[in-house]
């Protein structure tokens, strides 16, 4: 079974600019989350879908961060304008169920590393 | 606000047991999760404790006491690929969204 997959799995951007990433989840996985780990620290979530809807944005900079999931497959997750405290792994993740009384493991894909200079 | 704490480094010689600790303050929660990070790689999910108690899977053992807000990953027969960051998190609600702590790394020496 394919696991997720990410891209780029790097990107440099000059602060101001704009960046995107792009998450493909396994296979049938109905939520989909985007988290931020900056160097040191735990993954924060950015983000989190129910096939094409938002479930969770609570936490992601809408002045700056954009993120859509059209068709409930793929994801992208957009910057625009970066600044120097984006500067972090971008980390995917997917999970075959939403809600139920049992564990629904979270796959995570390698992550795209940005620096933002 | 959620707050989870864990040790930042830990440091055990091969073949030992170490303990690594977890204590989380959250304004709501369904159970505690453990997730294994190497050096430039994703997390894996080790385990995850829902009820009291012990949970064993080989050589990684999770515990929770949920009155004490408390939790640890125990890992036995330590092997050098063991050196890796373990993190905690605690799901929130029935959404599974989870919330991480800050990670403890674990160095491994012969």
């Known amino acids: 079974e394919a696991g997720v997959a990410q891209s780029p799995r790097y990107k440099i951007i000059e602060k101001r600019q704009s960046v995107a990433f792009w998450c493909n989840p396994i296979?049938?996985?109905?939520?989909l989350y985007w988290y931020q780990q900056i160097l040191g620290q735990g993954p924060k979530l950015l983000i989190q879908f129910q096939n094409n809807g938002v479930v969770d944005d609570s936490q992601l900079p809408k002045d700056r961060f954009s993120a859509e999931r059209l068709k409930g497959v793929d994801s992208t997750l957009k910057i625009q304008p970066a600044k120097l405290e984006d500067s972090a792994v971008y980390l995917c993740?997917?999970?075959?169920?939403?809600?139920?009384?049992?564990?629904?493991?979270?796959?995570f894909g390698p992550g795209t590393r940005l620096t933002v200079l | 606000g959620q707050s989870l704490e864990q040790p930042s480094e830990v440091t055990a010689v091969e073949g030992a047991i170490v303990q690594i600790n977890c204590t989380y303050q959250?304004?709501?929660?369904?159970?505690l999760s453990w997730y294994q990070q190497h050096d430039g790689g994703a997390p894996t999910f080790l385990s995850y404790?829902?009820?009291?108690g012990l949970e064993e899977t080989g050589r990684f053992s999770s515990f929770l006491s949920r009155s004490d807000s408390y939790g640890y990953l125990l890992l036995q027969e330590l092997q050098m690929k063991d050196s890796a960051s373990y993190f905690c998190?605690?799901?929130?609600?029935?959404?599974?969204?989870?919330?991480f702590g800050s990670g403890t790394r674990l160095l491994v020496r012969p």
């Open positions: 998190a605690v799901r929130m609600d029935s959404s599974y969204k989870l919330i």
């Open positions: 959250t304004s709501g929660f369904y159970g």
């Open positions: 296979s049938g996985h109905a939520t």
């Open positions: 404790n829902a009820l009291d």
């Open positions: 993740a997917s999970s075959l169920k939403f809600a139920t009384e049992d564990y629904n493991e979270q796959f």
